[in-house]
């Protein structure tokens, strides 16, 4: 029941409003409330990486998903302070172990390309039928980025 409620808070006030505001920002283009926004949805993002990590641990302590709401709703608050300071901590994290995470993401995406031309006829057959199926939809483009060997 708990985890249901906190589904339905966490869809429109910590998903759905900063979409929006994101947006807003976007069109609007100012700087201070995109880099709030952008900041936002780094925290979010690093914050569901570890929430999927953990989870199973997570989901067992008592009220987790209503804390975890919360954090969510405090820190979409425009006036929140939790946001920056989030954002702070995990930069520093993430600028002490930045030539390590370069390192792994060069080899991930030399393995990716090693691999993707055994998975491109599938890739090229889904867009295919997906692009026949849905007239008009979005035809994804194929990665200009991958290098045939």
């Given at each position: 029941m708990g985890s249901t409620i906190s589904t339905l808070l966490r869809i429109p006030i910590c998903y759905?409003?900063?979409?929006?505001?994101?947006?807003?920002?976007?069109?609007?283009?100012?700087?201070?409330?995109?880099?709030?926004?952008?900041?936002?949805?780094?925290?979010?993002?690093?914050?569901l990486v570890l929430e999927f990590l953990l989870g199973i641990v997570l989901f067992r302590i008592p009220g987790?998903?209503?804390?975890?709401?919360?954090?969510?709703?405090?820190?979409?608050?425009?006036q929140s302070t939790l946001t920056p300071k989030m954002f702070n901590l995990i930069a520093q994290k993430v600028a002490e172990n930045?030539?390590?995470v370069d390192e792994m993401l060069r080899?991930?995406?030399a393995t990716a390309n090693h691999h993707y031309p055994k998975i491109e006829p599938y890739v090229n057959?889904?867009?295919d039928?997906?692009?026949?199926?849905?007239?008009?939809?979005?035809?994804?483009?194929?990665?200009?980025?991958?290098?045939?060997?």
């Open positions: 759905a409003f900063p979409s929006y505001m994101t947006f807003k920002s976007i069109r609007t283009k100012h700087p201070q409330a995109q880099k709030a926004w952008l900041q936002y949805w780094a925290v979010v993002s690093v914050l987790y998903n209503l804390f975890f709401t919360t954090m969510f709703i405090r820190m979409a608050w425009p930045e030539s390590t080899r991930l995406e057959r889904a867009q039928l997906f692009s026949k199926q849905q007239p008009g939809a979005y035809n994804f483009p194929r990665s200009e980025a991958v290098k045939k060997d």
